[in-house]
Structure formats: structure tokens, C-alpha cells
């Protein structure tokens, strides 16, 4: 290839990277919309949402997303999920940090959205743990580190493995997301994305229990990447 040729090549290849970072970027920054919004008008209203409604928000905006993003950078709007898809292979290396700052940059962008919207309340919708149920802060974790472990193995079985019929797997990938919250959220949070989190606490000017909600959901990540290569390569 001459140099001109290598040239247009490289100009070629960042502009396709920004692309995906930009999705990247506005993929996340519709989620922390969505899902942190909701705990807001949630708590505005008097619990008018309650854990079902916030669930179906935050799982129905993440299969939107999908959907819409998928093709262009793979639509992973979490930076848990990102260094694992890196470490499986699925995504290129050299996209990795620019991927974190686009998720982490769009969900504080939401974030201080939300705080100009709707007020601090709620702790703008920050992913926290529950202190009325006087759970200890290990079992947040444990229970964040499960929640995330489940999804990453449901999004590389059903996203990344070549047999899955991909089609589906927006729908599946958002309706675990709405068990999730629906489920977790009033206990734990229910994060399973430091990129969700980030905004809101950083907004809300109080990031206390935010290291929960980085640490648990990469570990889980990573657990469920490393279960998904050892249960569907299997030598037959």
C-alpha cells in the first residue's frame, strides 16, 4: 500500500472510531436518562413507577439501544462490559479507552441533565444501597457482583456466540436488565454498570458507595466472560 493509500486508510479507520465512540456516548447517555430518570419521577411522584415500572424503563431503553447501536459499535454502553468483550476478543483493543471515556462522559453529561431537569432528588437516580434494610456493604457487593456476572453471560451467550440467534438478543439482553432492577433495585441498586452509576453520583455531588458499583460489576463481568468461554468452547 503507498502512502497516500495508507494515509486515506487511517483517516478512514478514525473516523469510523469515532463514530462508534459517539454511539457509544449517546447510547449511554439515553440509558442514565432512562433509568436514572425514572428513580427520580419515581420519588417525585410518590412511587407512581415502583420497582416494576422502573425495571421495564431501564430494560426496554437498553433493548432500544441495542437495536439502534448494535451494528455500529456493538452497543455495549458499559465499560464492565467493554474490557470484558476485550479480554474475549470481541472487541478491538485499541477501541477500549476510548470506549470508557464515551460511556463515562455521556452518563455524567445525563447526569448533570437530570440534576438542571428535575432537581437533586433521589440522589439523581444514583444506584445505591438500600440502608433501611441494614444490609452490610458486602452483601451490596455480592449481590451487585451476582447481578452482573448473570448478565454478561446472557449478553455473550446471546450476543457474541456465533450459534445464538441474534436477533432476539436485544429483547433478552433488556428483559434480564428489568428482572434485575425489578428485582435487586430496591436492595442493592441493581447498577451492573459503572457507566449507570457514574452521572448520577457525580452529579449528586455524593460518590460515597460509588467504588461498589465499579468494582462489583467489572469482577462480575469478568467472572461471567470467563464461564461463558468455558461452558461454549467445550471440546467435543
Same mark, same amino acid.
Given at each position: 500500500?503507498? !502512502? ?11 473516523? @469510523? ?16 436518562i432512562f433509568a436514572a430518570g ?13 420497582? *416494576?415500572?422502573?425495571?421495564? &424503563? ?9 437495536? #439502534?447501536? *448494535? ?25 477500549? &479507552? ?6 463515562? !462522559? ?8 437530570l440534576l438542571w431537569f428535575l ?10 444501597? @438500600? @440502608?433501611?434494610?441494614?444490609?452490610? #456493604? ?19 451467550? !446471546? ?17 434480564? *436488565?428489568?428482572?434485575? *432492577? ?24 455524593? =460518590?460515597?458507595?460509588?467504588? =461498589?458499583?465499579?468494582l462489583a460489576p467489572v469482577a ?10 468455558? !461452558?461454549?468452547? =467445550?471440546?467435543?
Amino acid at each position: 500500500m503507498s !502512502t497516500t493509500g495508507k494515509f486515506s486508510h487511517n483517516i478512514k479507520n478514525n473516523k @469510523n472510531y469515532i463514530i462508534k465512540y459517539f454511539c457509544e456516548f449517546l447510547g449511554t447517555f439515553t440509558l442514565v436518562i432512562f433509568a436514572a430518570g425514572a428513580v427520580i419521577v419515581d420519588s417525585l411522584t410518590a412511587g407512581s413507577l415502583g420497582p *416494576v415500572g422502573c425495571g421495564l &424503563i431501564s430494560g426496554i431503553i437498553v433493548a432500544a439501544i441495542i437495536y #439502534t447501536f *448494535v451494528n455500529i459499535s456493538g452497543a455495549h454502553i458499559n465499560p464492565a462490559l467493554s474490557i470484558t468483550a476485550t479480554l474475549l476478543g470481541y472487541l478491538d483493543k485499541r477501541l477500549l &479507552i476510548g470506549y470508557i471515556i464515551a460511556q463515562m !462522559t455521556g452518563s455524567a453529561l445525563a447526569g448533570f441533565c437530570l440534576l438542571w431537569f428535575l432537581g437533586n432528588h433521589a440522589n439523581i437516580g444514583a444506584n445505591v444501597p @438500600n @440502608n433501611q434494610l441494614n444490609i452490610s #456493604t458486602s452483601t451490596v457487593f455480592i449481590i451487585e457482583f451476582f447481578l452482573a456476572l448473570i448478565l454478561m453471560l446472557i449478553i455473550a451467550a !446471546t450476543g457474541f456466540d456465533k450459534r445464538a440467534h441474534k436477533h432476539t438478543a436485544g429483547l433478552i439482553i433488556g428483559g434480564v *436488565v428489568a428482572i434485575e *432492577v425489578m428485582l435487586m433495585g430496591p436492595v442493592s441498586g441493581a447498577a451492573m454498570n459503572p457507566a449507570r452509576a457514574f452521572g448520577p453520583y457525580l452529579a449528586s455531588g455524593n =460518590i460515597d458507595n460509588y467504588w =461498589i458499583y465499579v468494582l462489583a460489576p467489572v469482577a462480575g463481568m469478568l467472572t461471567g466472560g470467563g464461564i461463558f468461554r468455558l !461452558t461454549h468452547f =467445550i471440546k467435543k
